[in-house]
């Protein structure tokens, strides 16, 4: 089960690929600084995972404007997000959870999908810059999508 809004967020530290090689990703360091949207979705290169990664780049815009940083999680490993970032032109931040410690911490973890394997499921948390948990959706089913406009106006919110 998903953690609870009002609830403080794990933290946690993760690796992301960059152009300048294996970076670590930190949740508290927003903490103070700005509102973080985490975004877990279960496999890179997956239409409904690309769809979702790739609209919310479209609309990055809106998510800054509303002071707000996004990360996107998966069990995937840093060099296939990588690869799938920039087949897809995918402009978020992406870690992997590979050992899935975080995606157990947030309660998502998804069992046997499509009988592959253990994954994240579609999952999002808004956490405030205080580290708080302000918004929690863990869609029914990983076919399913985050209820962005939810997350927008709790943002706006937030400002």
């Known amino acids: ?5 009002g609830t403080q967020a794990p933290d946690f530290t993760l690796k992301s690929k960059t152009d300048a090689g294996l970076v670590d990703v930190t949740l508290s360091n927003n903490f103070g600084k700005k509102n973080t949207l985490i975004l877990f ?3 890179a290169f997956t239409s409904v995972c690309t769809q979702e990664m790739c609209d919310i780049s479209g609309g990055l815009n809106a998510y800054s404007d509303l002071d707000a940083e996004i990360i996107g999680i998966s069990v ?4 296939a997000q990588e690869a799938w970032a ?6 978020i931040k992406l ?9 157990k911490a947030y309660g998502v973890e998804f069992p046997g999908l499509a009988g592959i394997g253990d994954t994240a499921a579609r999952a999002a948390f808004l956490v405030d810059k205080n580290g708080g948990i302000q918004y929690a959706e863990q869609t029914p089913t990983p076919k399913d999508l985050p209820n962005f406009e939810a997350i927008k106006a709790k943002l706006a919110d937030l400002a």
């Open 1 to 5: 089960m998903a953690i609870a809004v």
């Open 41 to 43: 979705f279960p496999l």
């Open 76 to 79: 995937d490993s840093p060099f």
């Open 86 to 91: 920039k087949k897809e032109n995918i402009g």
């Open 95 to 103: 870690v992997s959870d590979l050992n899935k410690t975080v995606t």
